[in-house]
């Protein structure tokens, strides 16, 4: 039975879908304003192995994951380029797509704009202006009146009186109460805007996902999820909106991954200690960066440093190894009866327990490097692409050919490879063992084997 960890209820309950064998899955994805960094590939990464691993288990799974591509941030850095919203968007989900495509995440079955949801957007606050949970103010704005909704705080543990009690922040006369939040924001020159009942105007972040997640999945779905950010306010807002336009439960279970930390200190522009997912794929490959972010419980905060990478990276190696050279089937069907199997799974199907997942490859790593037993190889590569890993050919990792277009260095390094290989053949031992440590020394490492010298990197 598979269970997941619902912040909605703060314990691991056993899954049971709406509709059975059939999941809908809604998760919160990037604002497209700059490059995607570490926080975004914890989400994808997680939501993919959550994604395949539904779909291995034998579920039918809809999975939704939004792009917001309008808001404050998208205005101004559009302006401060000189360029259109549209053209700022459109270029940055170009490149959320080719980080994700690098980090081997399955694009999700659905990937919807807010701007192309605006219709969806006007008709939900509507129909909470016409409830009584949403009013216009005199700026023209529209809010959610937060005192309206009688389950306010269920997801985060908050009640109005924390609001009231919480940090003094600058008093809006529009609101009614100063904890109410916007939804609709009329028009500022230069802005773009679209006509709605309360004038020109575009939506606030969190209608959005109530909107686009009803349009797409229904007024109820089974999960949804994202960052523990997101936890307050944007999805207990969400829960607020879509709860209270539909007069039901918004989602069954809510999946929150924890935050990414960088030396033990939590991820910040502020702090200096921001690092972009593309910055790192200049010096590892997209699946060490993979593997580094399983190794950990999705749930848990998840420490960033050149140790943990080397160390993920090292691991990764080590399963490599055990399949390098060996012959594998094309057709290969997992028996799940299986000891080395039935762990696996038991740690995945216990709130996607990829840690414990990882320690099961690594036992049968142990045992495959004892007896090379080829049914024992190929069902590590088979576990292994569950999680989204050992998806390469050996050589290609040893060689890391997908960091950058390496085949000049790699010509470079052959033709190295050559001339030991002649220097051993003429007995000039003192050659040969010059070019190898002029090899190592640029991190190459080089293994004699009955087929020839084969090169990895360090």
């Not at 899954?15 to 570490?38: E, N, R």
């Not at 972009?276 to 905060?301: C, D, G, M, Q």
């Not at 990478?309 to 190894?321: F, M, N, P, S, V």
Request: glycine share 6%; hydrophobic share 35%.
């Amino acid at each position: 039975m598979l269970s997941l960890y619902n912040s909605l209820t703060n314990k691991k309950e056993i899954f049971k879908p709406i509709i059975p064998k059939t999941v809908s899955l809604y998760v919160c994805g990037m604002t497209v304003y700059d490059f995607c960094h570490l926080g975004h590939a914890r989400v994808m990464v997680i939501f993919d192995v959550i994604n395949r691993w539904f779909r291995q288990s034998g579920y039918n799974v809809k999975y939704v994951r939004n792009i917001t591509d309008i808001d404050d941030k998208i205005i101004m850095k559009a302006s401060e380029e000189g360029i259109s919203i549209q053209e700022l968007t459109e270029k940055f989900i170009i490149e959320m797509n080719r980080d994700a495509d690098a980090l081997g995440v399955l694009r999700p079955d659905i990937e919807p704009k807010a701007t192309n949801h605006i219709g969806d957007i006007i008709n939900m606050i509507q129909i909470l202006i016409d409830k009584g949970y949403a009013y216009v103010g005199e700026n023209n704005d529209v809010y959610y009146s937060v005192a309206e909704f009688n389950g306010y705080g269920k997801l985060s543990g908050k009640t109005l009186k924390d609001l009231k009690a919480g940090k003094r922040v600058e008093i809006d006369l529009n609101k009614k109460n100063n904890f109410d939040f916007v939804m609709w924001k009329a028009a500022k020159k230069n802005e773009p805007f679209w006509d709605s009942p309360w004038g020109p105007g575009r939506p606030g972040w969190h209608i959005e996902c109530s909107a686009m997640s009803n349009k797409l999945l229904g007024n109820h779905f089974d999960i949804h999820g994202g960052g523990q950010d997101l936890q307050f306010p944007h999805h207990e807002n969400e829960i607020a909106q879509s709860e209270a336009a539909n007069d039901c439960k918004m989602a069954n279970y809510w999946l929150h991954n924890g935050f990414v930390r960088i030396d033990d200190e939590k991820m910040s522009k502020s702090l200096g200690n921001f690092f972009t997912i593309r910055s790192i794929l200049e010096n590892y490959l997209p699946e060490v960066i993979r593997f580094f972010i399983l190794k950990a419980h999705y749930r848990s905060p998840l420490n960033y440093s050149e140790s943990q990478l080397e160390d993920a990276k090292q691991g990764l190696t080590r399963l490599y190894l055990s399949i390098r050279n060996q012959k594998q089937s094309k057709k290969f069907e997992i028996d799940w009866s299986n000891k080395y199997a039935k762990r696996f799974k038991e740690a995945l199907d216990d709130d996607f327990n990829t840690p414990e997942a990882i320690a099961v490859l690594f036992e049968l790593t142990n045992e495959i490097n004892k007896f090379k037993d080829g049914e024992k190889i190929q069902l590590l590569i088979n576990l292994a692409k569950s999680l989204g890993v050992l998806t390469m050919n050996p050589e290609d990792f040893f060689k890391g050919k997908s960091v950058s277009d390496e085949e000049n260095d790699e010509l470079k390094i052959s033709e190295l490879i050559e001339k030991r290989n002649l220097a051993k053949e003429n007995k000039n031992f003192e050659e040969a063992d010059r070019i190898r440590k002029l090899l190592l020394k640029n991190d190459i490492l080089l293994e004699d084997t009955p087929e020839g010298t084969i090169w990895r990197k360090k």
